[in-house]
């Protein structure tokens, strides 16, 4: 009973301490907002590109011309665009990067076990939750800023997830949450699917998910794409998990695979939300990973506590609320749980969390200015 009692104090503390309540009388202004997570990619790719080391050993990668062809040259500038051309041709100059230690520019995650469901717990909520230590598929006993967006009467239907990784109803919670959730070898279900949707969710009936914990992230991709044509939804997170799946099959050319069909598909979704007038000029996206990895060259593929560089993190935004900074060679030092009360005030809402990122990375105005005005 009374280790219940503690137990049960100790929840509220870790689900009230980086909460993100938002308040009541929040006046929507018009913003949308796309949250994308790369599972375990590390910053030391995104900055530097495909690593010479990992590339010409066997043991990592399967064939060293045929990726050295794909991803390699000399001059790192060069080599991390042709890993991710989308991050460093577009956002690099119309957005800004977070997360390259070189310049000692810093992002981190604040909780230690530097794992997935901690990691996501940590970007959707704002806060470390001590007793959130494995990815055991358990109820997120936290609200996230998903939910307590989607609970606003203007954004009601109006929040979606799609998910590559079967452990997003439990982070997310979903029973309780209340936004449209599509995770894992989930089907898309509903009335009026296009026939492409209708095809993916045949691929999915076909496919063998028996022992796989996420589905391909190209599935996952079509998915969310048909799903934000049909819905426009105003708050949207996808999450990518195709890189860490190749990291912990010690897969590296897979990975940088994965990497560079994450960076095409978000250039995609970049390309259809300036396409439609409900997005263009008022959305931003948030780009980020769960935990980084090991950050030598026998423990790239792993992550955790125990493997030094794991909680090194990285973040991207670009949009009509991100200025162009480009690349952050300033000394900072930023944090995973900074970036749900970031994603209240993209949208300029007003937050009880002082977690966020630096004001001067946003261009909108002060929320209460904002609501002054009106
Ligand atoms: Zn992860």
Redesign the pocket.
């Given at each position: 009973m009374k280790l219940g009692l503690v137990l049960g104090l100790l929840l509220c503390w870790g689900s009230t301490l980086g909460s993100g309540d938002l308040r009541t009388e929040d006046v929507p202004t018009g913003q949308n907002l796309f949250v994308i997570t790369l599972?375990?990619f590390r910053w030391q790719e995104l900055f530097n590109g495909a690593d010479s080391a990992l590339l010409n050993d066997p043991e990592w990668t399967a064939d060293a011309d045929y990726n050295k062809a794909l991803y390699w040259d000399n001059d790192p500038e060069v080599r991390r665009a042709r890993l991710m051309p989308f991050f460093w041709n577009v956002i690099a100059r119309k957005g800004q990067l977070h997360g390259n230690r070189a310049y000692g520019n810093n992002c981190n995650t604040s909780n230690f076990y530097q794992?997935?469901y901690p990691?996501?717990n940590e970007i959707f909520t704002g806060g470390t939750d001590p007793l959130i230590s494995s990815n055991a598929k358990v109820h997120n006993g936290n609200k996230n800023m998903l939910e307590y967006i989607s609970a606003m009467p203007a954004y009601a239907g109006k929040v979606a997830a799609f998910a590559s990784w079967d452990a997003f109803p439990y982070i997310f919670n979903r029973e309780r949450s209340g936004f449209y959730l599509n995770a894992g070898p989930e089907a898309v279900q509903g009335e009026s699917l296009s026939k492409g949707q209708q095809s993916l969710n045949g691929i999915l009936a076909h496919a063998d998910n028996s022992e796989q914990a996420t589905r391909d992230d190209r599935i996952t991709f079509l998915s969310a794409l048909d799903y934000v044509k049909r819905r426009t939804p105003k708050v949207f997170f996808l999450g990518f998990?195709g890189t860490?799946d190749a990291g912990h099959d010690k897969s590296y050319d897979r990975y940088l695979r994965s990497a560079n069909e994450a960076d095409r598909m978000i250039g995609e979704l970049w390309n259809l939300v300036q396409s439609l007038p409900q997005y263009r000029g008022n959305t931003t996206f948030l780009i980020t990973?769960?935990?980084g990895r090991g950050a030598r060259k026998n423990t790239w593929y792993n992550?955790g506590f125990f493997v030094g560089g794991s909680s090194q993190t990285w973040m991207a935004l670009i949009g009509s609320q991100a200025k162009a900074l480009g690349e952050n060679k300033a000394p900072a030092q930023l944090y995973q749980k900074q970036i749900a009360g970031s994603m209240a005030w993209l949208l300029g809402l007003r937050t009880r969390s002082r977690n966020t990122l630096p004001l001067t990375c946003f261009r909108a105005v002060a929320p209460n200015e904002q609501l002054a005005v009106k």
């Open positions: 599972d375990g794992i997935s990691g996501y998990s860490d990973t769960d935990h992550h």
